[in-house]
Structures are given as structure tokens and as C-alpha cells.
T-cell receptor
Framework: ETGVTQSPTHLIKTRGQQVTLRCSSQSGHNTVSWYQQALGQGPQFIFQYYREEENGRGNFPPRFSGLQFPNYSSELNVNALELDDSALYLC?????????????FGSGTRLTVV | AQTVTQSQPEMSVQEAETVTLSCTYDTSESDYYLFWYKQPPSRQMILVIRQEAYKQQNATENRFSVNFQKAAKSFSLKISDSQLGDAAMYFCAYRSAPEYGNKLVFGAGTILRVKS
């Protein structure tokens, strides 16, 4: 079974631009979560999608938005990029939203904003 | 709000020895899960071990075991017979129930170095 795949692996953008990051969930997983991991820190929860609907959101501004598609893959969109948005963005999928479900993580997209 | 604290930014252990990584958390929930994740330079978060809060018995996975003290809100990870491949960043994480945001809350991490 395939794991979680994220693309691209690295990305450089200019302040003020927009970016779209992509995630293919593990086969059979209907829930996708996105996390932002700044250098030297633990990941911070951005939001979660369950069956194409947003199902929880962390403390991130509205310029962070997402989508989940019928095949459960997902996109993270960030508008009006700021220098502080430079981070590793991790996608994680799970079988459901229950507290006992484990997550499978991808290897992340390293975003650099200059 | 739930918080997770890892007070050891960095730890070192000799190959084949045992090391314990510390984690404390704060929550008002009664039903939750705790996890230890490993993040090697490849960046992918790998699940090491998990603990259900309502289970008193400490979880064990081969060389990895936890000491879960619910009243003290403590969740330490013990790695026995350390191997060079264990070198990585280790994160303690708390999984909140859906009504509390349905998210993983991570600590700041502990870098584990293994000496040969």
C-alpha cells in the first residue's frame, strides 16, 4: 500500500505570492490534516479535512485555505505569502476522525519565502 | 488549551545503552491519546509508540516503552539497546478529541544523538 505523497518537495516563492501544496493520502484514508513546522520547532496544526469538508482548524489566518477532493487527496493554499510562512508543511492522513486513529505522515514540502 | 512540553532540547546516548526522553502535557480532557513520533533527516514523521489515556498499562513496542503517569500528566519514552538508527528528532504529541479540534498537539522536540 502506498503512503502519503506530497508535492513539490521544495519550493521558493516571493513575498506576496500565492502557493499551492498537494497531498495524496494513503489508500483507504478519508481524513487529511495539514501541519506547519517552522525550523527547530514542533508541527502546528493548520486544519483537517474529512470527506471534503473542513473538520477543525488551528490558529491560522484565512489566507491559509484548503480543499479535499473526492479521491481524498488534498491541497493547501496560502495567499499573500509572508516571510514567516517559510516552513516545512506536513500532510497526514488517517482512516477517520476518531481520537484513536493514527496518522500517516508525508515527507513534507519545504517552502521558502524570500 | 492542551499543551505539550519537552524539557530536553537535546540528549545523547551511547550505542547499546538506554535513554529516557521526557514529556509532560496539560489537558482537562479525560479521553485522549499520546504519541511519540520520530523525525529523521528525511523529514517524515514516523510513529514510534502510542498510549491510550484510559489504559493503565504502559505501552511497549520492541525496544521502545513508555512510562505513562496520568495523574502527573507525564509521558516519557524509554529506548533500550540504543542503535545508530535511533538518532533523530523525537516529538511527543497529544491527540485531542473531535470536540476539541481533532488535532495533534506537538512538543518542541528532543534531538537524540547516538554515539558509537
Amino acid at each position: 500500500e502506498t503512503g502519503v505523497t506530497q508535492s513539490p518537495t521544495h519550493l521558493i516563492k516571493t513575498r506576496g505570492q500565492q502557493v499551492t501544496l498537494r497531498c495524496s493520502s494513503q489508500s483507504g484514508h478519508n481524513t487529511v490534516s495539514w501541519y506547519q513546522q517552522a525550523l527547530g520547532q514542533g508541527p502546528q496544526f493548520i486544519f483537517q479535512y474529512y470527506r471534503e469538508e473542513e473538520n477543525g482548524r488551528g490558529n491560522f489566518p484565512p489566507r491559509f485555505s484548503g480543499l479535499q477532493f473526492p479521491n481524498y487527496s488534498s491541497e493547501l493554499n496560502v495567499n499573500a505569502l509572508e516571510l514567516d510562512d517559510s516552513a516545512l508543511y506536513l500532510c497526514a492522513s488517517s482512516l477517520g476522525t476518531g481520537v484513536g486513529y493514527g496518522y500517516t505522515f508525508g515527507s513534507g514540502t519545504r517552502l521558502t519565502v524570500v | 488549551a492542551q499543551t505539550v512540553t519537552q524539557s530536553q532540547p537535546e540528549m545523547s546516548v551511547q550505542e547499546a545503552e538506554t535513554v529516557t526522553l521526557s514529556c509532560t502535557y496539560d489537558t482537562s480532557e479525560s479521553d485522549y491519546y499520546l504519541f511519540w513520533y520520530k523525525q529523521p533527516p528525511s523529514r517524515q514523521m514516523i510513529l514510534v509508540i502510542r498510549q491510550e489515556a484510559y489504559k493503565q498499562q504502559n505501552a511497549t513496542e520492541n525496544r521502545f516503552s513508555v512510562n505513562f503517569q496520568k495523574a502527573a500528566k507525564s509521558f516519557s519514552l524509554k529506548i533500550s539497546d540504543s542503535q545508530l538508527g535511533d538518532a533523530a528528532m523525537y516529538f511527543c504529541a497529544y491527540r485531542s478529541a473531535p470536540e476539541y479540534g481533532n488535532k495533534l498537539v506537538f512538543g518542541a522536540g528532543t534531538i537524540l544523538r547516538v554515539k558509537s
